[in-house]
């Protein structure tokens, strides 16, 4: 495959995404809660700047063609941004939770199970099909989650739970084609900071006054949420969704990675076993692009829409 800008900014925003944990960990200490409510402020603040200074005429565009839908049309709009700042803040809050007080390992095993659970919840919610091959990558998949289960209850409720939120914000998103996607993610996380104003001055912390949470808080708003929406978005102008959808399991792997040589993670022989085995699942899951086969076009559509939402 010919590496082009398109495809290297794909593969940078997901390289990106799976050093995550080196922002976060140096500030565990603090409240899960405190770290969303400043990552969220200041994305809404970053995120808004970007739509309305540079963005601006995409913004416009955009409120001219909200204006001329029917009165249902909108409704509908509203519910879909407003539903899907809802499930990222769930997301987001559950994620950094995870990522500090239960284990790395399980931050990661969340999204390498979520491609696959989106898909079976997409069958069970959309009727979209699923072939012999990705049926038989969800069984080994179970298969694998059930073995970390007999190790680790914990590590595999709260991975299952940060996949369920995010599973459900990809499908709530695939029919959102009304607006555009970063003025709609603009939408959503200024949803996610009206609904987490109220609580601030009740269940926030001290105002840090450490200096390092505000490096790392600036990492992780700039480094790890602005820049790499910004890559992968511009990625998928010009890149089949269906690479962009394999580079993204590059995220859970470094976290992995992480969390075994960096973190130094114990790591026993039933959870080699079990991610080896999730590993297998997410191959056979996707042998078409693999393995070079032809991708049924109505898949490689769904996909595309599966990705701009992510």
Not at 65 to 75: A, C, G, M, P, V
Not at 89 to 102: C, G, L, P
Not at 148 to 169: G, M, P
Request: some cysteine.
């Amino acid at each position: 495959m010919r590496i082009n800008k398109y495809y290297l900014a794909a593969f940078i925003a997901f390289v990106i995404w799976g050093f995550f944990s080196l922002a976060l960990k140096p500030i565990h200490h603090y409240p899960s809660l405190d770290i969303l409510f400043y990552r969220v402020f200041f994305s809404v603040v970053l995120i808004s700047a970007i739509n309305l200074i540079i963005r601006r005429n995409v913004l416009l565009k955009d409120w001219k063609n909200y204006k001329s839908k029917s009165k249902s049309d909108r409704n509908k709009i509203i519910r879909v941004n407003v539903g899907g700042g809802l499930l990222l803040t769930a997301n987001w809050f559950i994620f950094i939770y995870v990522m500090n007080h239960i284990s790395v390992k399980a931050a990661s095993f969340a999204y390498l199970v979520c491609p696959i659970l989106t898909t079976v919840l997409a069958f069970i919610i959309l009727k979209e099909k699923l072939s012999k091959w990705q049926w038989t990558a969800v069984g080994i998949s179970v298969l694998g989650c059930t073995l970390l289960s007999f190790n680790s209850f914990a590590d595999i409720f709260y991975s299952l739970i940060v996949a369920l939120t995010y599973a459900f914000y990809l499908i709530s998103q695939r029919k959102n084609t009304e607006v555009d996607k970063f003025v709609g993610l603009n939408i959503q996380i200024l949803t996610s900071g009206l609904i987490l104003l109220p609580f601030f001055p009740a269940f926030s912390g001290p105002v840090p006054t450490d200096s390092l949470f505000y490096i790392c808080l600036a990492f992780i708003v700039i480094l790890f949420t602005i820049i790499p929406l910004f890559l992968n978005l511009f990625a998928l102008k010009g890149v089949n969704s269906s690479t962009v959808g394999i580079m993204l399991y590059i995220n859970p792997l470094i976290n992995f990675v992480l969390a075994v040589f960096y973190y130094k993670e114990a790591v026993n022989e039933i959870q080699l076993i079990s991610y080896s085995l999730i590993l297998i699942s997410i191959i056979v899951f996707n042998e078409k692009l693999i393995f070079n086969r032809k991708l049924n076009p109505q898949k490689v559509t769904e996909s595309h829409e599966e990705n701009i939402s992510r």
